[in-house]
């Protein structure tokens, strides 16, 4: 059974259990399109569905958040990418969660740096805001109020859901305007750092260098999540990596 085979089991389980609901319905829950899963279903996807697609329908149609859990609940080759994908969140039990519709907010980018500002141990102010995106921003921080994904703790904003785990491809699509927040003026400072390298390498030295990547990933969090380091200062780290190439035949479901 292929990753597609076996989550096109899952979604014709899923519509076989809720007969009410629709192509178009589930797509909006999900947020994958409903010519995908159109697609999905006929059998006509080419290639392994990428990780964040799969993880919009699992969290759908299991209704679990929590993402060390959601990516242990399924086995077959699904389970085996997610976990492979995801392994940092099983292995050390974070309490990271994956919502839809939190996901669907935070495609705008503004929306995105409040949140993440106010999802810091200390969240962030109006004043903040205010002084970073101007009446805009102010007006972002009024809807996510509204909708009741961020909350006002006297001076103090506060996102509600503090660990999340945003859509990959959302992510990506902020990574721009995030890394315009890096300032090589203040290297002397001693609070930034860069650096960037590359090499023509082979599959294991590929593995070799992820795993080195995941393990320092581990060690990161934990730092951040200590309240022997808990301080005032909004920091940030990327950690990324791929290969200064296109794959020929990608799959369909990205």
Do not use: W
Request: aromatic share 8%; charged share 25%; with cysteine.
């Amino acid at each position: 059974m292929t990753q597609c085979e076996q989550l096109k089991d899952i979604v014709e389980s899923y519509f076989e259990k809720h007969p009410n609901v629709s192509i178009n319905g589930l797509a909006m829950r999900s947020g994958v399109g409903a010519s995908t899963l159109r697609r999905l279903l006929s059998s006509s996807i080419k290639g392994d569905p990428a990780p964040h697609t799969v993880l919009n329908i699992l969290s759908t149609v299991t209704k679990e958040k929590k993402l060390s859990k959601l990516v242990k609940m399924i086995d077959g080759p699904v389970g085996e990418m997610l976990q492979d994908t995801f392994s940092h969140f099983i292995e050390s039990e974070t309490p990271h969660t994956y919502d839809n519709d939190l996901n669907e907010v935070l495609r705008d980018q503004m929306s995105y740096f409040i949140y993440k500002l106010a999802a810091n141990r200390k969240g962030t102010t109006k004043l903040f805001v205010s002084e970073m995106y101007g009446k805009v921003g102010l007006e972002r921080l009024t809807n996510m109020l509204t909708l009741g994904i961020l909350t006002s703790k006297e001076d103090e904003i506060h996102a509600t859901q503090k660990d999340f785990s945003l859509d990959v491809e959302i992510a990506a699509g902020h990574l721009p305007e995030l890394v315009k927040f890096y300032k090589p003026s203040q290297i002397s400072r001693g609070q930034n750092l860069f650096y960037t390298m590359s090499e023509t390498l082979n599959e294991e030295g590929i593995q070799k260098i992820k795993t080195v990547q995941k393990d320092a990933i581990k060690k990161i969090y934990d730092i951040m999540r200590s309240p022997f380091y808990e301080g005032t200062i909004p920091f940030f780290t990327l950690d990324m990596s791929d290969t200064l190439s296109f794959e020929a035949e990608a799959g369909e479901l990205q």
